[in-house]
Structure formats: structure tokens, C-alpha cells
Nanobody
Framework: VQLQASGGGAVQAGGSLRLSCATS????????MGWFRQAIGKEREFVAT????????DYALSVKGRFTISRDNAENTVYLQMNNLKSEDTAIYYC????????????????????WGQGTLVTVSS
């Protein structure tokens, strides 16, 4: 399984970006997917997660109401729509897959994921 994140870039505060994470696995529909981020000098932190079928989602408090995670199982892709971006959202964003999760589950801890993408940089200027 390989994950390829894209869509990062530079944007002004208040702007929007949509991140994508394309997955090579043939059983993508049974992966729990997540987004994490790591700012310079800080630890990696949870951003959002989505269950197999997309019905269940969870978000970090810092992004709730501004970010939306979604998935297209036909395209083997998970998305992170980021609106009203703030300077504190500046970080490298990583997508991750839990390939042995259970239906309906979501996971918010990085050690619960077994496959990681390479990251995409988001820079928000104020």
C-alpha cells in the first residue's frame, strides 16, 4: 500500500486548500484514513479521520468547523478540504491508513495507523 499526498501550497489567512491522498491499495474501502500534521518544532498532531464508508468522522478541536474530511472509494482517494485557514495551520500534512481497522471505527492516534504518505506542505501567511 502506498499513499501519495498532494494539494499543499501557500495561501493567505482566510483562504482555502484541498488536500488529496491517492492510495494504491486494492482494498481502500476497508482502510480507515486519517490526516495528521506537523509544524516546525512541534510534534505531529491529529487533524481528521474517516471510517471505511465515510459515515463516521472525527476532527481535532482546532480544525472542527473549518476542515472537512471525505473519501471517494471508487477513486481510492481521501480529501481534506481546509477553509478559513489560519497561520497556525502551517505545517506538513500527512495522510495515513489503518489497513486492519474495523467497520465504523475511526482513529485519532498516530500509532494506530500502519501506512503513511510522504507529506505535503501547507503555508498560511497572515
Amino acid at each position: 500500500v502506498q499513499l501519495q499526498a498532494s494539494g499543499g501550497g501557500a495561501v493567505q489567512a482566510g483562504g482555502s486548500l484541498r488536500l488529496s491522498c491517492a492510495t494504491s491499495g486494492r482494498t481502500f474501502s476497508s482502510y480507515v484514513m486519517g490526516w495528521f500534521r506537523q509544524a516546525i518544532g512541534k510534534e505531529r498532531e491529529f487533524v481528521a479521520t474517516i471510517s471505511w464508508g465515510g459515515r463516521r468522522k472525527d476532527y481535532a478541536l482546532s480544525v472542527k468547523g473549518r476542515f472537512t474530511i471525505s473519501r471517494d472509494n471508487a477513486e481510492n482517494t481521501v480529501y481534506l478540504q481546509m477553509n478559513n485557514l489560519k497561520s497556525e495551520d502551517t505545517a506538513i500534512y500527512y495522510c495515513a491508513a489503518r489497513t486492519n481497522g474495523v467497520s465504523g471505527a475511526v482513529y485519532a492516534r498516530d500509532y494506530e495507523y500502519d501506512v503513511w504518505g510522504q507529506g505535503t506542505l501547507v503555508t498560511v501567511s497572515s
